[in-house]
């Protein structure tokens, strides 16, 4: 009987060590990801623009005087990945709606500066975010891409300020254009000379939402 029981506890014993050992080979169970972190792996932000509370405003200095202009906003729309700051989208500006306020000056801008009866838009295409665009509280970073201006293609670097409050936001981007650099006819003569940088303002504003 001794001999018969103690056969009994020591199966029982290497039983135990087989299962011990098989669970602790077994890969342990997934770990639940956060909310937060679930949703920016899946979800963009989205940003649509409104034109009509959207305004585009530029100065260049000249010899004689700061000479003020605007433009319209066409469309307007960007989406990021809060994480990686990958940026898509396009900003489309109305290249004919460009005015100063003087009927001739406005003319020869389209007529022979702009040439928008031949490019009568203006776009910039995002492509990467650097710095945190927060969705809590106003923040200020720098967008990367592409504007396509008078029918070239070229780099271009904006710094924005923004503020979210709740599915809406506001913001600002000021950049610097450097035209005749860019192969953009100068509007200076013998009387005139027109510095070769273009200062662009926009504000913006639009709503906010997660693209799928």
């Known amino acids: 009987m001794r001999v ?11 039983i135990l060590f087989c299962a011990a050992m098989l ?9 639940p990801q956060s909310a937060q972190t679930a949703q920016s792996a899946t979800h963009e932000i989205a940003l649509a623009f409104d034109p009509a509370q959207s305004k585009i405003h530029f100065n260049v200095d000249s010899t004689l005087h700061m000479v003020h202009g605007s433009f319209a906003l066409k469309s307007g729309s960007l989406q990021f990945d809060p994480q990686t700051g990958k940026a898509s989208g396009a900003i489309v500006v109305n290249a004919v709606s460009g005015e100063t306020g003087n009927t001739s000056r ?3 801008l389209h007529k022979e500066i702009l040439e928008t009866w031949k490019f009568a838009d203006a776009a910039f295409r995002p492509s990467q ?6 969705l809590t509280s106003p923040s200020d970073f720098k967008v990367k891409g592409i504007i396509t201006l008078h029918g070239t293609d070229h780099e271009l670097i904006a710094d924005v300020h923004s503020e979210f409050n709740g599915d809406h936001w506001k913001g600002t981007a000021k950049f610097d254009v450097p035209y005749t650099k860019w192969g953009i006819k100068d509007p200076s003569n013998f009387l005139l ?3 070769p940088v273009v200062n662009v303002e926009l504000e913006l504003v639009g709503t906010k939402s997660n693209a799928q």
């Open 4 to 14: 018969s029981g103690w056969k009994s506890a020591t199966s029982s014993l290497a």
């Open 23 to 31: 669970l602790s080979a077994a890969p342990a169970p997934p770990r």
């Open 106 to 108: 406005d003319q020869r």
């Open 129 to 134: 975010i650097d710095g945190q665009a927060s």
């Open 193 to 195: 000379k027109v510095k």
